[in-house]
Each structure stands twice: as structure tokens, then as C-alpha cells.
């Protein structure tokens, strides 16, 4: 074992490697937590400064009767910028089907503004946030996320909705019996894994990004009825899924964005393009003009984003389905939907689909993973191995989804089982190290390289920990090797209830409705654009770390919109991580 001692050499003091290591460790410690406060400072000054601007403006509406014409003109004309500008919604989370698969936005609520992290759901309409009377509502949600509790008499800017006000009567289909006009306007949310929100709708200001110029922007607000979750159950109160709450963009008058377009804040238009391979993504609202997107109709007179799917096409190969497969009505249709994580297909579509597929590899051996996966062993490369599956839709519009796309891979859980504890606990040692060094944000190559391929082991690790003692016979690992066992998984399940789509059949074999999840690899890693004005959707694939264009409607100008990747559980993640790393270090000393 190596100690930390200094000797004279010479009259000349000399350090031994071991102290060098750790002293540098510490002045990096010192600098990593310096810099960090800094940069919190620097964007807490940042983010004031332009919240501050936000605010004046508002406020100076109420600061008296006796405002100069110049400050009233000037007051208009921050206004009309605001007037159908377009939006820039900060993305966080992944589509990882072999984790809790999920994306979330974070905007802000109330007067001062609070932050909210909200799950992003074209599936559902109305938005809402976990509310004060919630007491069983985590405090921690998804990643370890600071969840926040809304407050309607914690806002200067709250206020209840009665049901007697129009917004209610409309969302309630009609006036609501025994209603005063002190009564709350009650809602209840159901979602399709079985999971609910009660609560009740307040009207509070809502912060939000405009676009001001190339990967910049402005805050801005509107004032917007959402829903008070007063009680959550299932995925909603989890705290692997939970978060602050849901933001409906579903296709009624009672979302977010129809609230904001009807008055003129917003265009009635909205693209998202989900990054499955580092999280996050773009979330913009307003017109895109780069990239351009082919556009399939939109199926009038149903609740959802529904689509007319013509066709199935594996390799070259059209499956021989009847045309009553892709009929619209009721039980039936193809919808996009943001909140659902997985593709889901009728028994009619899926059982050809996937006996076309295998038929590509005839001497695979099939096992049921978890009673829903069906799974295969396979070490090649799946886009080598396996054919490409298009989805033809009306107006020309395809959707190509790859083996890797549709397949993903599942480590075995006896994968360390001849691993020596001492190995396995620095393996996962510098597991947590190297991707405390990605997370951030120090580029370094073979930090990328190590936890591209230890992401896949973390929930073996944790099986390993959970149901394996050190020393049980079984296969040993190699490192960055290909010959870790894997198991292939069919994302399509078939005849089963998608997440978080409201009004969807419950676990039905008899339904024919498709669902295509934008949070898992088929519509991920894909620029989906909702074009309510003109009742389109569309798609392509796309760059989603990169950017696009977003037209301006008042000036005329084209701005950038980059990706974002929100993290708000590592924002103190370099001291931590750096601890760890020391810990690291002095563990290593002491078992060496």
C-alpha cells in the first residue's frame, strides 16, 4: 500500500507520487467548486437581468395613472414583439426503453416565478402541477429532481377558476350541477397505464423562452388555466417517474397552447425532436422553416393526433394486410404521441410484422422477458442482421424505423458473476467517476467511450448487487469486449395499454389502434412537426443535438433554436463528483 510522506533529497524536500496525485486531486476540488459558485452567480445574474425586464414591464401596468405617452408606446411595442413570437422550451430526460423513459420541460409559474419540470404530452390536453394540498406527493421525482408544491396564495398573480366560468363549462361539456360562483371548477385526469391526477384549475401567469435571435432568447409570459393536482396515483407519484407535473399539447382549447394562441402570443404550430441518443432535445413552438418536413393530414373529428397509416413495408417486402387494418373510427387509427414510450400495435399488424422480421434469422431461440419482451440472444450487428421497417401513411409520408431502432439491447444479469468483489467494486467505482466527468461536461474521449458501453451495465450492476453474491459461478466479463451477453428486444408490444394516453382502451387484444411513442427510438432521433393551423402532421429525420429555424412572425427574421439538455440533479453535480473521485482515490489507496 502506498502512503503520502515527503524526504529530503539533498537538502531539497521530494514528494512521493502518491501525495502529488492527491494534491493535485484537492486544487482541482478547490478550482471545480470555485468555478462552479461562479458560474452560478455569473447565470443567477444572467437570468435576473432578463426575468427582471419580463417583470418591470409587466408591473409598471399597475404603477399609476399618470405614465408619459413615449413609456406607454414603448410598452406596446415590447408587447407586439411578444405577439406571435415564437417559443423555446428547455428539453430534459431520455427515451431509454430499458430505463424510466420520459421528457420533461421546465417552464415557470406564478408571480415571482417558480420553476416547474413537467412532462412534455401530446397524448393529453390540459396541463396541471402537484399542488399544496398534495401530501403524498414526492419531493424528489425523476434523476433525483427537486420537485416544487404550487401554490395558488403563494403567487401574487393566482387565482382559482369557479365553475361557473366559461373555461369550465366548456371543459366539462356543459354547465356543472349545483354550481356557485364560489365553487372550484374540479378536474380528473385519466391516463391510459391506469395512473390519474385530481385536482382543481387555477389561472396564474406563465414564464416562458421566447425567441429573441440565434440561440437566444427573451423570458416572456401569458396568463393560463391549469390544472391543481390535489391528488396523484400510479407513474405520477413514483419517484423513478414523478415529476412537477404533466403539459398537455393536445389538439383542444383547454391546452397551453391553444390558451396562448388565443390571444395572440403564439402560433398554433409545434415541433419537437426528442435526442435518444444523449437526452434532451429541441422544443420549439412557432414555424419551422429549416429542416423541411413531408406532411401527412390530420384525422378530423378525433381527440388525439391521428393519422392515416396506409401500409407496412419490411425490407422490400409489403405485409399482405387488409385494408380495414388502417380504417378510421372508433377503436382504431394510428396516433403520435408524445407521452407514450414504446410503439404499440395491434395483434393484426404486429404478429405478421414480427414473423416477417425473424424470418431473417431462422435458428434464433425466442424467451419472453418479464412476461412482455419478446427476446433473443444476438451478438452481430442488428442493422446488418435484420430489415428495416417503413410505415406508409397518406400523402406519401413514410417512417423508416431501423433494427436498431426497434430492437434494443438487455444485458444479462450474470454477466459478473466470476468478477472478484474487488474488481467489481472499482468497476463500478469508475463507473460513477467517468460519468461524473460527462456529466460535466469535461470532453474526454475515453470518458465518452467508457460510459457509452457502462450505461448498458448499470441495472446488471444493480441486479448483481440486489441477487448475486461474490463468488457464484457464471460468465466473466471483458471489458469493452463484444462478447458481453446481450439479449435483443422487441420494442413493439403488442395488444397492451400505452402510458399516458387518455382514453385509450385498457389492455384490450381487441383494439386496433396503433400508437407511435415519440419517447422511445421510433420517433426519436426524428424533427416532429403538429400543425394545428393547417390540421398536418410530418417528420424526418434529424440531428436532434443540433438546431433549426424558427420564423419570426413580427420582424420576418429566421432564428436558431438549439438542443438543450436539462440536468437540474447535477447542478451541484462537479463538487460532488469530484468528491468522488477523491473518494475514489483514497479507496484505491487503502485496498492497494
Not at 307 to 330: C, K, P, Q, W
Request: proline share 4%; charged share 20%; with cysteine.
Amino acid at each position: 500500500m502506498m502512503k503520502t510522506m515527503a524526504t529530503r533529497v539533498g537538502g531539497i524536500a521530494t514528494i512521493s507520487t502518491a501525495s502529488i496525485a492527491k494534491s493535485l486531486l484537492l486544487l482541482f476540488l478547490w478550482l471545480a467548486i470555485s468555478l462552479t459558485s461562479a458560474t452560478s452567480q455569473s447565470s443567477g445574474i444572467d437570468e435576473g437581468d432578463d426575468g427582471g425586464g419580463a417583470v418591470f414591464t409587466v408591473s409598471s401596468k399597475f404603477a399609476g395613472m399618470d405614465r408619459s405617452l413615449s413609456a406607454m408606446k414603448a410598452h406596446d411595442s415590447l408587447r407586439h414583439l411578444q405577439m406571435l413570437a415564437g417559443v423555446d422550451l428547455p428539453l430534459g430526460g431520455t427515451g431509454r426503453p430499458d430505463a424510466v423513459g420520459l421528457y420533461y420541460a421546465r417552464i415557470g409559474i406564478g408571480t415571482p416565478s417558480r420553476d416547474y419540470y413537467v412532462q412534455v404530452d401530446t397524448g393529453s390536453d390540459i396541463m396541471w402541477v402537484n399542488c399544496i394540498q398534495c401530501t403524498e406527493c414526492p419531493k424528489k421525482g425523476y434523476h433525483g429532481l427537486e420537485l416544487t408544491l404550487y401554490d395558488p396564495k403563494d403567487s401574487l398573480t393566482g387565482e382559482l377558476v369557479s365553475c361557473d366560468q366559461q373555461f369550465c363549462v366548456e371543459i366539462s361539456g356543459g354547465p356543472v350541477s349545483d354550481c356557485s360562483a364560489n365553487v372550484s371548477c374540479l378536474y380528473t385526469e385519466l391516463y391510459g397505464d391506469g395512473s390519474f391526477s385530481l385536482g382543481y384549475f387555477v389561472k396564474d401567469i406563465v414564464q416562458y423562452d421566447r425567441v429573441s435571435g440565434d440561440l437566444q432568447t427573451k423570458s416572456a409570459n401569458g396568463s393560463v388555466i391549469f390544472g391543481c393536482g390535489a391528488r396523484q396515483s400510479g407513474d405520477l407519484d413514483s419517484s423513478d417517474e414523478a415529476l412537477d407535473g404533466i403539459l398537455g399539447f393536445g389538439k383542444s382549447n383547454s391546452s397551453m397552447l391553444s390558451q396562448l394562441a388565443s390571444t395572440g402570443r403564439v402560433r398554433k404550430m409545434f415541433a419537437h425532436c426528442l435526442d435518444g441518443v444523449n437526452g434532451g432535445g429541441i422544443f420549439a413552438i412557432g414555424h419551422v422553416v429549416e429542416p423541411k418536413v413531408n406532411t401527412t393530414p390530420l384525422v378530423q373529428n378525433t381527440p388525439h393526433y391521428n393519422v392515416n397509416m396506409t401500409a407496412v413495408e419490411v425490407g422490400r417486402e409489403f405485409l399482405n394486410l387488409t385494408g380495414d387494418v388502417f380504417e378510421i373510427g372508433n377503436k382504431k387509427g394510428t396516433i403520435i404521441d408524445s407521452g407514450t414510450t414504446l410503439a404499440y400495435l395491434p395483434q393484426v399488424i404486429y404478429e405478421p410484422l414480427v414473423k416477417t422480421i425473424l424470418s431473417w434469422q431462422s435458428d434464433l431461440k425466442l424467451r419472453t422477458l418479464h412476461d412482455q419482451y419478446l427476446c433473443f440472444q444476438y451478438s452481430e450487428s442488428v442493422d446488418d442482421g435484420f430489415p428495416p421497417v417503413t410505415f406508409h401513411f397518406e400523402s406519401s409520408l413514410s417512417l423508416t424505423v431501423y433494427p436498431r431502432e426497434y430492437l434494443f439491447p438487455f444485458v444479462s444479469i450474470h454477466v459478473f458473476h466470476k468478477m472478484p468483489a474487488s474488481t467489481l467494486i472499482l468497476f463500478v467505482t469508475v463507473y460513477i467517476s467517468l460519468e461524473c466527468f460527462y456529466k460535466t461536461h469535461i470532453r474526454m474521449t475515453l470518458g465518452r467511450l467508457m460510459v457509452f458501453w457502462l450505461a448498458k451495465q448499470r441495472d446488471a450492476i444493480q441486479r448483481y448487487h440486489e441477487h448475486n453474491p461474490f463468488g457464484r459461478q457464471g460468465e466473466r466479463v471483458k471489458c469493452a469486449s463484444r462478447a458481453v451477453p446481450r439479449l435483443r428486444v422487441f420494442k413493439a408490444i403488442c395488444a397492451s395499454a400505452p402510458r399516458r394516453v387518455r382514453r385509450m382502451p385498457f389492455n384490450t387484444p381487441q383494439s386496433n389502434i396503433s400508437v407511435l411513442g415519440s419517447e422511445d427510438l421510433v420517433l426519436s432521433n426524428k424533427l416532429v412537426l403538429y400543425d394545428l393551423e393547417n390540421q398536418v402532421i410530418g417528420w424526418t429525420e434529424y440531428n436532434c443535438s443540433s438546431s433549426i429555424q424558427l420564423k419570426d412572425e413580427v420582424t420576418g427574421s429566421v432564428h436558431l433554436v438549439g438542443a438543450h439538455y436539462l440536468s437540474p440533479a447535477w447542478r451541484l453535480s462537479s463538487q460532488w463528483c469530484i468528491i468522488f473521485l477523491l473518494t475514489t482515490a483514497l479507496l484505491h489507496d487503502l485496498v492497494y
